[in-house]
């Protein structure tokens, strides 16, 4: 029970984190390849605040909030470049902000990470279990869809689309495309403050490689496979990657084989993908 | 009677009657140059309030280049220009916008994934409800918003008739309606000046009625014009003045037929620019 409840909580958690990777890359069309990066901070700041104290509620609320800043303090010099000056740019962010996560080692516990993140409780029941904490992961989840729904489906949400499609002519329209970028940083990193926040709350343990390039690159994965600028997208994805481990873990691999037979399963999907199905499962191309 | 300038000389309005027609937009001196090459040569024209404007010329006249520099896509490197006195030199192209200059593309540019209202709400002058905080925070409110900017949307795509087009995806309306799209769009920014280039160029002869009735339409409701247009015959139709361009450099500006009869412009326009 516990097996699936964990693979269900890390399927929403990344979700959340595929919805946040979305605004950029699917709906506004910034190819951002330090998501993982915002989540580590949005996991640190919570799991920093929590161990001083601070309640559920207010460590969350600072996380996020810190993490929709610095996604627009990061995004803005950035911003002005072209589209694949901007991916090389946010990897120098994910590698700067791994440096920062292994050696500001008062905050972050440097690479031996931080343990004991405290798993907030209402009415006496922890929701360190599981069965209550998939309450919270769903809730969350079932908030982050909705608001994604409110902004695609608002005036804004066609502003975003429009930047995508033709900056040029959005911009000749009077519409600001640098505030609408910025904007959606914001947003996107209030979802990555969120899935951190979370993720530092169910693990109870988190350290530098728990926000690599490597997770980056995972979430990318996720949203590329099951499909970018869609709801529906960045649900399945998640869900779907989360799986793989789960099934190598039934098949009787050693287990010095199960990492790169994971890895390889992950690349061969993204080729597979990208060669018949570029849009994702339940996406549209990017 | 058309003024034919000589080399640099800033031109003088042909009509007297021009000359206390008040200007909109002054284009003064404006020169571009794109490394060494100038393509822009002290153009110097004006804009009556109220008029239909053609800049024509042949290819390389510096046109589009013009229209560049007007909404703010291109710097300029010498010159000015001026709404109703006011210099927009180092605005942007949203400011300029806002000031009540909007533009159309030759190339269209419209959003291929988008239907045909949506095209045009993106583009209203109204800005209210584009911010996520409304969309999430205040979503009954958003939804209001989205409805008014519908409504609006649907009477701007009325007037260039396309109203009964208006769910369809951008890309299954024929090339005319998406030039005429093209105009509802620009209509949408609320402008007072309104740039079209080149909007009749690939259209069918039926499209192309359909066109300039919409150009007489946006004339007659007072909108001022600068059409780029390359067909002599619509020209004549819907000009009230012209601005015939050559090299960079405006050689004659007045009445369109004084100016299209001209056999030295003629010449120019017809015979390779030579």
């Known amino acids: ?33 330090s998501q993982a990066a915002l989540m580590g901070v949005g996991a640190y700041a919570y799991a920093g605040l929590a161990m001083a104290g601070l309640p559920f509620p207010i460590a969350l609320l600072v996380a996020v909030t810190l993490c929709a800043l610095l996604n627009v303090v990061t ?52 929701f360190e279990e599981p069965q209550y904490f998939v309450i919270l992961s ?20 066609r502003v975003l689309h429009a930047v995508r499609l033709n900056e040029l002519a959005a911009g000749a329209a009077g519409r600001n495309v640098l505030k609408m970028k910025l904007g959606i940083s914001a947003v996107s990193g209030v979802y990555a403050g969120l899935a951190g926040a979370l993720y530092a709350v169910f693990m109870s343990y988190i350290d530098p490689s728990s926000f690599d390039i490597q997770l980056s690159m995972l979430i990318l994965t996720m949203l590329v496979i099951g499909g970018a600028r869609t709801l529906a997208g960045s649900v399945i994805g998640p869900f779907l990657l989360l799986m793989i481990p789960q099934v190598l873990a039934l098949v009787h691999i050693p287990p010095e084989l199960l990492g790169p037979t994971r890895a390889l399963a992950f690349g061969a999907l993204l080729v597979v ?14 | 009677m058309s003024v034919i300038t000589s080399d640099r000389a800033p031109v003088v309005p042909a009509h007297p009657s021009e000359q206390t027609q008040r200007n909109l937009l002054t284009v003064e001196g404006l020169t571009k140059n794109f490394g060494g090459f100038r393509v822009l040569d002290a153009t110097t024209f004006s804009l009556p309030e109220g008029q239909v404007t053609c800049l ?12 560049d520099c007007i909404t703010g896509f291109l ?7 001026r709404l109703r006195g006011d210099e927009l030199n180092g605005l942007g192209r949203g400011d300029i916008v806002r000031r009540g200059i909007a533009r159309s593309f030759q190339n269209l540019r419209l959003f291929d994934e988008m239907s045909v209202v949506d095209n045009v709400i993106v583009c209203l002058a109204d800005e209210t409800g584009n911010d996520p ?21 649907m009477t701007i795509l009325e007037q260039v008739e396309l109203a009964h087009k208006a769910e369809d995806h951008v890309t299954q309306i024929s090339y ?29 002869a039926t499209a192309l009625d359909n066109m300039v009735k919409v150009i007489d339409k946006l004339s007659a409701s007072g909108k001022t014009l600068l059409v780029v247009e390359h067909n002599t015959r619509i020209v004549r139709d819907i000009a009230d003045r012209i601005v015939f361009m050559h090299q960079g450099r405006v050689l004659a500006e007045g009445d369109p037929q004084d100016v299209l009869d001209r056999p030295d412009l003629v010449e120019i326009y017809f015979g390779g620019g030579h």
């Open chain 2, 133 to 153: 905080l409304t969309a999430v925070f205040r979503p009954f409110h958003s939804a209001a918003i989205l409805r008014r900017k519908r409504e609006k949307a």
């Open chain 1, 75 to 126: 995004s803005l010099p950035a911003l002005r470049l072209a589209g694949d000056y901007f991916v090389i740019t946010s990897f120098g962010l994910q590698f700067i902000a791994t440096a920062v996560f292994v050696n500001w080692v008062q905050v972050t516990g440097g690479s031996t990470g931080i343990a004991g993140i405290p798993a907030p409780a209402v009415l006496g029941v922890s």
């Open chain 2, 56 to 67: 024509v010329g042949p290819n390389g006249a510096g046109k589009t280049t013009a229209f």
């Open chain 1, 138 to 157: 769903s809730l969350a989840l079932g908030l982050a869809a909705l608001a994604y729904t409110l902004l695609m489906r608002s005036s804004y949400g």
């Open chain 1, 273 to 286: 993908f990208m060669l018949w199905r570029p849009q994702g499962i339940a996406g549209r191309r990017i």
């Open chain 1, 1 to 33: 029970m516990n097996f699936f409840l964990s693979y269900l909580i890390l399927a929403e958690i990344f979700a959340i984190m595929a919805l946040s990777t979305n605004f950029l890359v699917g709906i506004i069309g910034i190819f951002s390849v």
């Open chain 2, 176 to 204: 005319g309606q998406q030039k005429l799209l093209c105009i509802a769009r620009v209509l949408a920014t609320e402008a007072k000046l309104l740039l079209l280039d080149e909007p009749t160029s690939g259209l069918s």
């Open chain 2, 75 to 81: 710097k300029f490197d010498a010159g000015s220009i």
